[in-house]
């Protein structure tokens, strides 16, 4: 799996998931192993909104520097890209990631 891959490297995959509810959505990470964060948005859908998202699945692949280098609508294989990202990225200073668990 692509998220075990890139353990140990400046490498967030974050899930935001909506419909159905709560429950559902929490059993469906447990039943599929999902192993990264993963948050139920509601029915207000506040992530959604403050993202501008406007069709599930959409994907945004963002550099260890906070910049999104990529947004993407439907499901896409982004490993090539996150990839390519971490092979060029260089970091601003030699200071550790300043990213949450790195």
């Keep these: 799996m692509f998220v075990r891959k890139m353990?140990?490297?400046p490498f967030v995959l974050l899930g935001v998931n909506q419909?159905?509810?709560r429950e559902t959505a929490?059993?469906?990470v447990r039943e599929q192993g999902i192993p990264w964060n993963s948050w139920w948005d509601?029915?207000?859908?506040?992530?959604?909104m403050s993202?501008?998202?406007?069709?599930?699945t959409t994907t945004y692949v963002i550099d260890p520097d906070g910049?999104?280098?990529l947004k993407q609508l439907g499901e896409r294989d982004f490993d090539v890209v996150v990839e390519h990202l971490?092979?060029?990225?260089?970091?601003k200073s030699d200071e550790s990631s300043?990213?949450?668990?790195h």
């Design 19 to 21: 419909g159905e509810d």
């Design 26 to 28: 929490a059993r469906i």
């Design 51 to 56: 993202w501008k998202i406007r069709k599930w």
């Design 67 to 69: 910049v999104i280098q």
């Design 7 to 9: 353990e140990g490297k």
């Design 98 to 101: 300043s990213l949450p668990g």
């Design 86 to 91: 971490m092979k060029d990225w260089k970091p």
């Design 42 to 48: 509601g029915p207000a859908s506040p992530i959604a």
